[in-house]
């Protein structure tokens, strides 16, 4: 299958010297010197030195980017750990302060205004917003809080069980939490629980530790807290705080009460008096759990398979990164939970990392990220990297749109239909738990940043008080209180990337308009889809939605629209 796959290759550099590796600010710095002291005599004159600070940026941002990898691929590696240590203390700061020179320089000089608006545009807006808001006084905390968040991987790689005489991670042990005996049930979810109970009052104080610096940062700024800082500083032009908090309230009127009345099915289904959280992942008509593949090699040639039925160009992308060994899938001891989809701006191909355990949650994270994936190598030729560093309420469209359109095509999978049937409806379920989870999440977050300094105890309370109003009160936590509090402590990105979560929602809207165009019109919504991919962040958000075929739009009209198509497909599969 790989024979024919022509292997992408580092394009000529213009600017920098081919040898050139940024591993110090010594090495970096004349670049630097070079773009701020030049002068610039014409609108294209202006290009080309834009073009120029977007290769010192790409091969920057692809250097630092393996070292992350490198410290998840495996938690106990002193190198990396030592190597990103030195990232953020000796060269991140230096690139701040000089960066926002260049930003200065490029907003303030004679011909920006002379550039293509239709191109440069939401690159000029963003730009403005990051001058605003930097602080020289910020540059060290940015420095420390990037180191203190790493720390969440450290924690989190190093959690285990031990099960039928072997040690096993988290995400290997999470497999039986879809045995049909509920007692292995039971027995696993609690060895898990109690894992990660140890960890707690670490974690807690790790994200304690997190909030202060971030709020001082905000502060710093001239912001009244973290939340309004971070709207701005994530770009968030196309909607509001009060947006947010709006699409909150219509997804838990909408959609909460469809999660209860099929947790009310399942505990029927099952015949139980009580619905505990082991018994959610089990399969209601006691078969046991599906099995798409039997190892990652399986799982990616199955995958590619089904990528070329959706386009061959995606399939050929997949095929791309297996060959040149940017997919690491297993699960392992030391290596860090998650998934991610890393882009690698020099080359133009990402590495993709994920904790596969031989479940369907893990086509499910493999498809997600080859969503990230086609992205980008659809936007690698964009001009500059400004264009091609799409938000998340645009990149997370690219993930989810690629689940579900996949979906059509996992017969390549699920070889009988009772097990294809099964893993759809069970998908489209887990849909239906991202819009509540994602509003939890986001609304968890807006409390935590508005109250910079509660107690760990008052934001469990907190945590308890919002999943009474965004979950499920048809399961029974009554003997598991004190593990259902810290389940806020599994989510990465309110460790790593504060207030990414919403985004998750909005972009499950856009999917499932994509999907719905899909289920019309396969080559249209395909077209469609990779259009809007190709645009990067050239254009505005809603233009964006627009061009694939769906709507930035957070009206309860919609949303109810999209959540009553999403519950006639579920009534398809019964």
């Known amino acids: 299958m790989n024979d024919t796959v022509l292997i992408p290759q580092r394009k000529k550099r213009n600017f920098l010297s081919e040898e050139f590796i940024p591993s110090s600010w010594q090495a970096i710095e004349p670049y630097y010197k070079e773009l701020l002291g030049r002068q610039i005599l014409s609108a294209e004159e202006l290009k080309t ?71 440069f545009s939401t690159t000029i807006r963003r730009m403005r917003k990051e001058i605003e808001l930097f602080r020289e006084i910020n540059i060290p ?46 027995e696993v979810y609690h060895k898990i629980g109690n894992r990660r109970m140890e960890d707690r009052e670490k974690l807690d104080e790790l994200l304690s530790e997190l909030i202060r610096i971030r709020n001082q940062i905000a502060v710093n700024a001239g912001y009244k807290n973290y939340m309004e800082y971070r709207f701005a500083e994530l770009g968030r032009f196309d909607y509001t705080p009060d947006d947010c908090l709006k699409f909150h309230e219509v997804i838990q009127q909408t959609v909460t009460p469809l999660i209860n009345a099929l947790f009310t099915e399942r505990k029927q289904k099952l015949g139980l008096d009580e619905l505990k959280p082991w018994d959610l992942e089990v399969d209601t008509s006691g078969k046991q759990p599906l099995k798409p593949f039997s ?60 904790n596969s355990a031989n479940n369907e949650h893990d086509l499910i994270t493999i498809v997600h990220e080859g969503g990230h994936a086609i992205q980008t190598f659809l936007t690698h ?75 760990a105890e008052e934001r469990r309370k907190k945590w308890r008080e919002l999943q009474r109003k965004f979950g499920s009160n048809v399961v029974d936590w009554s003997d598991d209180e004190p593990l259902h509090e810290i389940n806020y402590q599994r989510i990465m990105h309110f460790y790593e990337v504060p207030f990414y979560y919403i985004e998750y929602a909005f972009a499950q ?57 999403l519950e006639e497909e579920l009534g398809k599969l019964q």
Not at 60 to 88: C, H, P, Q
Not at 150 to 175: H, L, M, P, R
Not at 394 to 399: F, G, H, N
């Open 49 to 119: 030195w834009l073009g120029n600070w977007s290769e010192l940026e790409s091969v920057f941002g692809e250097y630092s980017r393996w070292i992350y990898v490198r410290t998840t691929i495996d938690t106990g590696d002193d190198k990396a750990k030592a190597d990103l240590t030195d990232l953020f203390v000796n060269i991140v700061p230096q690139l701040s302060a000089q960066d926002n020179l260049l930003k200065k320089k490029f907003i303030d000089g004679p011909f920006t205004d002379q550039l293509d608006p239709q191109v």
């Open 141 to 186: 905390l940015q420095s420390e809080l990037s180191l203190k968040q790493s720390k969440f991987n450290e924690i989190a790689g190093t959690q285990s069980i031990q099960y039928n005489d072997a040690e096993i991670t988290i995400e290997q042990a999470s497999v039986y939490l879809a045995n049909t005996d509920r007692s292995v049930r039971n």
């Open 381 to 455: 030729d964009l001009e500059l990297m400004a264009f091609k560093e799409a938000p998340a309420e645009i990149a997370e469209v690219a993930s989810m749109g690629m689940e579900l359109m996949s979906m059509e095509h996992w017969d390549i999978f699920y070889s009988q239909s009772d097990d294809l049937k099964r893993a759809r409806k069970n998908h489209l379920q887990y849909i239906l738990s991202i819009l509540t989870r994602t509003c939890l999440g986001d609304s968890f977050q807006f409390w935590l940043y508005s109250n910079p300094t509660h107690t």
């Open 509 to 565: 809207l856009g999917a499932l308009a994509i999907w719905r165009n899909f289920k019309k019109d396969p080559a249209k919504a395909i077209q469609d889809y990779t259009k809007a991919l190709s645009l990067g962040y050239t254009k505005p958000i809603p233009v964006f939605y627009e061009t694939a075929g769906a709507k930035f739009d957070f009206s309860k009209t919609y949303i109810s629209g999209l959540v009553s198509f």
């Open 295 to 354: 190892s990652t090699t399986e799982l990616v040639e199955k995958t590619i398979t089904c990528f070329n039925k959706l386009d061959k160009y995606f399939g050929e992308r997949i095929s791309i990164m297996n060959t040149m060994k940017y997919l690491d899938l297993d699960s392992r001891m030391r290596k860090s939970p998650g998934g991610y989809n890393m882009t690698m701006p020099e080359i133009g191909v990402p590495f993709i990392f994920m």
